[in-house]
Structure formats: structure tokens, C-alpha cells
């Protein structure tokens, strides 16, 4: 049937000067019956052949002058589909299927022409084939057949055919074969069985060495890249490093912070001439030394290069950013001729470094204004900015063009919304996220252990957590801490003793100091003062600002003075200029009424220059983030701010609400204490909720400190007089008011 379609060709009315030219030169041919005229007589047609249409015509005219099976014209015909560009390797398949007894080269000629058009899986099978009918592979099978695989295909089949090499004898003294498998499994990330037949071989050219230190740069393993170009210098003295080789090792120094390792090359190597300097291997001197905080030979190299490229700003840009140089960073950012998402990237990581979260959404309105497409790592960035300000709307805006501009919604992604959707108080839309998402890692889980935890959700952190040993994946010391501080915020103090045992015995974790901290804020705050500072006096390290920080806030809500005292001392010694501490100590002097105590230490506040951090709340609405300070003015709309609250203040009172000024140490009238409350941020900021925002909807603050017992309560009673739910993430923890109630139950 397939020389039948083939025949049928010369009804075609397109009968052109080749096929004319053919049917004389083949006439010619057959009128001479010489055995060698075949081998000898110059085939000009077939080589000046260049398409499949002119290959078809070639082959109609041997079927119809007899020569069909004539192999010398198929095999070039098998040749031509399988190495040509323009040939058809399918084609070649019904050709060679004609042949009774191919030969290996046959065999190895179609191999190569599946290789060619990435068809692995047909050259495998073909190989297959190929033993079946008894022939056996030779120099040029694996080669061939090794040359075309993906990284899918590797993974299956190369092992077998590591020992189908071995059988045959070809991986002991074949370089080719060798060379063949060491691409193979170096693409395929095993390199460990890369490294044994690279070790096979002998006086391997600097491009196979070039391969190895390539894959272990891709599995990260950059400690033994740097041990195997030692091991290149010391053995291959008449084989140079080339340009490609120094930029392999610059990246592995780059990510390791090896400057001593990068200096080392660029002394020896690139400032000596021995490798000539190009625009990549400058890139990669660049980002070298910017990785390593060298920032001045960063610039050095900078300023010498003949070009530059949109990488050797971005790697300058980046240095700058990392070492919180965002002044420099700006500078040379703005001085770009061109900028690619990278650079966009490294700068918006750099205000996210800094802690400039507003700033890093208006570059990002920047970016997007300059016609910038962002990619998943931009996206990031974006979600984790959105998370710390507690901008739910952008977040959600966010979210919504990534999947509208099909940006790759990978697990990193999914852990920023995760993230982002707690930190906004927003559990349910967290839970989605985490329900839909195919791909879950141990920070997944620890995301919503944490999240849970950090709004109320006990219960189901902890289910969480045994759902994350279900599922075989294995929890580290961040996940332990998520795990630790949701028995924290519920009081679960025996579940937290025994998952503070159970995580050495069971999972090999050494306790680190937050884990103790934990510990101590766990049993301080269920009111087990003396069991939480012995716990800081046995423990096996040295104890730190927040594990008795943490002791210290317990102080505070158990009115301890003379603990509190110690905590404070022993702080101060670590953290002398720590202003919070010296307030939450007047706090407490506050609370218990020690009055004397408490100016001491205001005095000794002033004496020392320490001024207590104002208390500043973040609220999004309609895309804008808006912060209140305590007691500012300087809103457009303060008049009517502090009328509202005027306003609100007998609704409140005829609602049960009073306030509680035992935490205020001012020492003025009551009068003057119950002012300077209801000035406090969240206030503020739910004022001007309640005249901005339509009925209904939920306010949500983000407080920089820690919320006071008389916000709590007036938030708590807001919650049941107007009907709304207020979320406020405070330092420690969420407070999701609704009905007069909160989610903490008063624990916090």
C-alpha cells in the first residue's frame, strides 16, 4: 500500500525538470549493468535534494523503473528523512520496515532520527526492536539513542540502558558512550551516578567537565562543584577552565558566600587574562560579589565593563537592595536603560526587606504602568507586602490577576495566599486555597498550623498538625513553633508539654530558643509563673530578649511585680535600648498601683533617651491603606474622627462599657486617663471605619503593639452595639470580635 500512495505521485500534473532529469540519469543507470556503476556514478540528485516533495518524486520514479527495494536507494532515502532538517522520520520508519535485514548502522540511522525530533519514547522502542532481531548495539546506538531524551524518558530508562552499556562492554573504554550517559544523568539530576561514569573515563575534554559541575549546580550541591573543578585543576593541568567553567563556580560562590572561593577565580583566572572577560562571566563576577555583600568590587566590575546588559544592572540593583541600600539600590534602578521583571523584582524585595510594604505596592503600580508583566516571584512579593499590611482587598486583587494573566500558580504562591488570607483574618478564604491546592509542602502545612493558631483556631491547628503526619510529610522546628504556639493561644498546657518532648523523641528536633520561648509563654500565661522561669533556668542554651520577654508579659497579665522585675533586668542587659520593655514594666507598675516605682522608671526612660514606640493601626479600604497614630490629628478627616468617637462613647457606656485606665501610668486624673484611651490607634481607626465603611462590613486593623485591655473591651462591645465584626492582628495574635465576644477568649 505505501508504494501504491508512492506511485500515485506520478499523476501529479507538476511533472518538473527533476523528475525529467531523473528518468534519463536512472535509464542511464539501469542501461548499465557494470555492479559497480551503482557506487560509482555521482547521485547528484539525491544530494542536491533539500525537501520531502522532491524526495517523494525521486522515489516514485524508482518504483516505477523497478528499483523499489533496491537497498543502496534506501538507505539514502532513510539517511536523507532521518539527519535532513526537512526529512520525515515516519517516512523512514515504513522504508526501513521494507528492508528484510537492516543493518546496525540502519538501526542507529533511525534511532538518530527519533532523537532528532525528540521522539524518545519511539527510539527506545526501536532499540528494543533492535535486540529482539538479535543485533546487537554498537559505538554509535547509546549515543544516538541517549542524545534526544527528556528529562522524563531519562529518569525511566536510564538505568536500564547504564547496564544494557555495561553488558555490552561500551562504558569501560567507550569516551562517546560515557560521555553520552554522563549528559544523561546529569540532565536528570542523578548525579551521583553521573559522577561514577564520569570517574570511568580518562582525559575528558573541559566541556564534560563543564556538564558536571553544571548538574551539581542545579541539585545545589554547590560544596562538591567547587571540590570537582579542584579536582579539574590538579589532574587536567593541559586542560584550561574556559569562560563557561568560571561562571559555573562564580555561581556556586555566589550561592554558597564563598568570596574567598570567588576571589580566587577572579584573581587567577579573569584579572590575569587566562580567560577572556565577556559580558556573561562579568554578570556572574558581579553577582558574585554582590551575593557576598562586596558591594565596592560589585560596582568595580560595573564600572569597567565595556557593556552592559539589563542583568549587570539588575545584579547591582539587587546587591544594593540585599545589603538594605535601597537609596543606592533606587539609584541605579532609575539609571536602567532597560528594566525586565528581574530588576522590578529586586527592587520591590528590597523595600519588602526593609519592611516598606507601602512603598513595595506603588512600585509595583509602577511596574505595571511601565508595561512590566510581573512573573511568580514578583507575585510573591506582592501577596507578602499585601499579608503585612493586612490588605485584603489588594491581596484578593492580586490573586485575581494572577490567575487572569495566568501567571504559574505554583506552591509558592499558594503558601503567599495561605499567608496572606491569615495574616488578613480571613480563615475561610485560607482554608480554600489549602483544600484546592495539588501540591503541598511542610511550609504549607506549618502556614495553616500557625495561621489557625494565630486566629483562634486551636483545635483545628493541632488537627492540622496530626492531618500533616497523615499525609508523610515531615514536619521541621518552624512547624513544631506553629504547633507550640497554638497551644499557646488556647492554654493547652499538657498538649503542649508533651509536643515539646515528643518532637526530639519522635522527629529528632533539638529544641531551639523559640521553642522555649513558646514554652515559657505557654505555661507564664495559663499562670504557672514558677514552672516557666525554671524552665528559662535549666534550659541548655542561653536564654534571649524574647524568652524573657515572654516570661515578662505573662508578668503583666498575672500582676507579678517581682518577676517582672527580673525579666526586665535581664532584658536590659541583652537589649538596653528595648523602649518596649520599659513600658510594658510602667505597665504593670500601672496595674499593681505602684506608683513610686513607676516614675522611677519613666525618669530613668528620659534619663536614657528611650521614647515609648506610639501605638500606629494600619486599615485598607477601597485599595488604600490608611494609618492612624494614637492621638494624631493630621487625618483629613479628624474633625469628624474625634466627633465620632464622642459620639460613640455614650452608645458604649449605655451598653455596659467602661474604661479601664489601670494600664495607663500618666499620672493625671481619671478624667485625663480615660482621654488619652480613647486617642489610642484602633480606636481611631474604627471610628473612621464606622463613618467610611457601609453597614455590614467588617473592619480589620493591623496594630503595630500589642492591644490594651480597655481596646479589647470597647472592641468587644463596638462588635455587639453596631453589629460588626471587627478582626485586629495585634503583635501576638488575631481578635475576631463578634456578638460582644472575642476569639481569644481573653487570652492573650
Known amino acids: 500500500m505505501f508504494f501504491m500512495f508512492c506511485s500515485s505521485t506520478l499523476l501529479s500534473p507538476s511533472f518538473s525538470k527533476l523528475s525529467l532529469s531523473l528518468s534519463l540519469f536512472l535509464k542511464r543507470m539501469i542501461s548499465n549493468t557494470s555492479s559497480n556503476s551503482f557506487s560509482h556514478s555521482p547521485i547528484s540528485l539525491l544530494e542536491s535534494c533539500n525537501s520531502m516533495y522532491q524526495l517523494n518524486q525521486i522515489h516514485s520514479h524508482t518504483i516505477k523503473l523497478g528499483l523499489s527495494s533496491n537497498h543502496f536507494f534506501l538507505t539514502k532515502f532513510i539517511i536523507f528523512c532521518c539527519t535532513n532538517e526537512s526529512g520525515d522520520v515516519y517516512y523512514a520508519r515504513k522504508l526501513f520496515e521494507e528492508i528484510p535485514q537492516p543493518s546496525v548502522f540502519l538501526w542507529n540511522t533511525m534511532i538518530k532520527g527519533y532523537s532528532r525530533i525528540s521522539c524518545c519514547e519511539n527510539g527506545v522502542c526501536l532499540y528494543k526492536l533492535m535486540l529482539i532481531n538479535s543485533i546487537k548495539p554498537d559505538n554509535y546506538t547509546f549515543p544516538f539513542l541517549l542524545k534526544g531524551f527528556t528529562k522524563d524518558v531519562a529518569l525511566k530508562y536510564g538505568k536500564v540502558l547504564l547496564n544494557h552499556a555495561v553488558k555490552h562492554g561500551f562504558l569501560d573504554s567507550n569516551l562517546f558512550v560515557q560521555k553520552a550517559f554522563v549528559h544523561l544523568f546529569s540532565l536528570c539530576r542523578l548525579m551521583d551516578l553521573a559522577h561514577k561514569v564520569f570517574d570511568m573515563g580518562d582525559g575528558w575534554e573541559v566541556v564534560t567537565w563543564n556538564v558536571m559541575l553544571s548538574g551539581y549546580n542545579r541539585v545545589k550541591r554547590f560544596e562538591e562543584a567547587k571540590g570537582l573543578f579542584i579536582e579539574m585543576e590538579k589532574k587536567c593541568e593541559c586542560v584550561l577552565p574556559n569562560s563557561v567553567t568560571l561562571v559555573l563556580m562564580l555561581s556556586a560562590c555566589s550561592k554558597l558566600k564563598d568570596l574567598d572561593g570567588g576571589n580566587y577565580i577572579y584573581y587567577k583566572y579573569i584579572r590575569n587574562g587566562i580567560v577572556e572577560r565577556n559580558l556573561i562571566l562579568e554578570n556572574a563576577l558581579i553577582d558574585m560579589f554582590a551575593s557576598c555583600g562586596e558591594m565596592d568590587a560589585a560596582r568595580g566590575v560595573f564600572d569597567d565593563m565595556k557593556i552592559r546588559d539589563v542583568i549587570s544592572w539588575t545584579s547591582i540593583v539587587t546587591g544594593f537592595a540585599n545589603i538594605c541600600r535601597i537609596d543606592l539600590a533606587r539609584k541605579f534602578f532609575e539609571q536602567m536603560p532597560e528594566r525586565d521583571n528581574v530588576s522590578w523584582t529586586a527592587m520591590i524585595d528590597g523595600y519588602l526587606r526593609m519592611n516598606c510594604f507601602k512603598e513595595v505596592l506603588l512600585l509595583f503600580r509602577e511596574m505595571q504602568v511601565s508595561n512590566v508583566k510581573p512573573d511568580e516571584f514578583t507575585m510573591v512579593s506582592i501577596l507578602t507586602a499585601c499579608a503585612h499590611l493586612g490588605a485584603l482587598e489588594l491581596g484578593e486583587w492580586a490573586k485575581t490577576y494572577i490567575d487572569k494573566n495566568k501567571i504559574k500558580n505554583d506552591t509558592f504562591i499558594g503558601n503567599a495566599l495561605i499567608d496572606m488570607y491569615f495574616k488578613c483574618g480571613n480563615v475561610e478564604k485560607a482554608r480554600e486555597i489549602f483544600n484546592v491546592m495539588q501540591n503541598k509542602d511542610k511550609f504549607t502545612w506549618t502556614a495553616m498550623i500557625v495561621g489557625l493558631a494565630n486566629n483562634g483556631h486551636g483545635e483545628e491547628s493541632l488537627t492540622m498538625f496530626s492531618n500533616m503526619l497523615e499525609a508523610s510529610v515531615t514536619p521541621d522546628e518552624i512547624t513544631y513553633i506553629g504547633v507550640l504556639c497554638a497551644c499557646t493561644h ?47 533556668l535549666n534550659m541548655p542554651l542561653k536564654p534571649n530578649s524574647i524568652v524573657w520577654g515572654s516570661l515578662l508579659g505573662a508578668c503583666r497579665v498575672h500582676k507579678n511585680v517581682q518577676l517582672a522585675e527580673m525579666a526586665v533586668k535581664e532584658i536590659l542587659e541583652l537589649e538596653p535600648e528595648n523602649g518596649a520593655v520599659y513600658v510594658l514594666l510602667c505597665n504593670i507598675y500601672a496595674a499593681c498601683k505602684k506608683w513610686e516605682n513607676l516614675h522611677e522608671v519613666r525618669k530613668l526612660m528620659m534619663d536614657r533617651g528611650i521614647k515609648k514606640t506610639p501605638g500606629c493601626s494600619l486599615m485598607e479600604m477601597n485599595g488604600i491603606v490608611y494609618e492612624f497614630v494614637a492621638g494624631d490629628k493630621s487625618h483629613p478627616q479628624s474633625k469628624e474622627i474625634y466627633g465620632k468617637l464622642e459620639n460613640m462613647k455614650q452608645e458604649l457606656i449605655n451598653a455596659g462599657y467602661s474604661p479601664d485606665t489601670s494600664e495607663v501610668f500618666l499620672d493625671v486624673g481619671e478624667e485625663d486617663k480615660e482621654t488619652s484611651l480613647y486617642w489610642h490607634s484602633e480606636k481611631l481607626a474604627i471610628a473612621y471605619a464606622l463613618i467610611s465603611l457601609g453597614d455590614g462590613v467588617t473592619i480589620r486593623i493591623v496594630k503595630n503593639l500589642r492591644m490594651c485591655v480597655d481596646c479589647h473591651h470597647m472592641a468587644k462591645v463596638v462588635s455587639k452595639v453596631y453589629n460588626r465584626e471587627l478582626i485586629v492582628r495585634d503583635k501576638t495574635r488575631f481578635h475576631h470580635f463578634r456578638h460582644g465576644l472575642c476569639s481569644c477568649n481573653n487570652f492573650w
Open 490 to 536: 488556647v492554654g493547652m498546657v499538657a498538649k503542649g508539654k508533651y509536643f515539646f518532648s515528643n518532637m526530639t523523641i519522635q522527629h529528632g528536633i533539638k529544641p531551639n530558643v523559640a521553642h522555649y520561648g513558646c514554652m515559657v509563654d505557654l505555661l507564664g500565661r495559663s499562670g504557672h509563673l514558677k514552672e516557666a522561669l525554671e524552665v528559662i
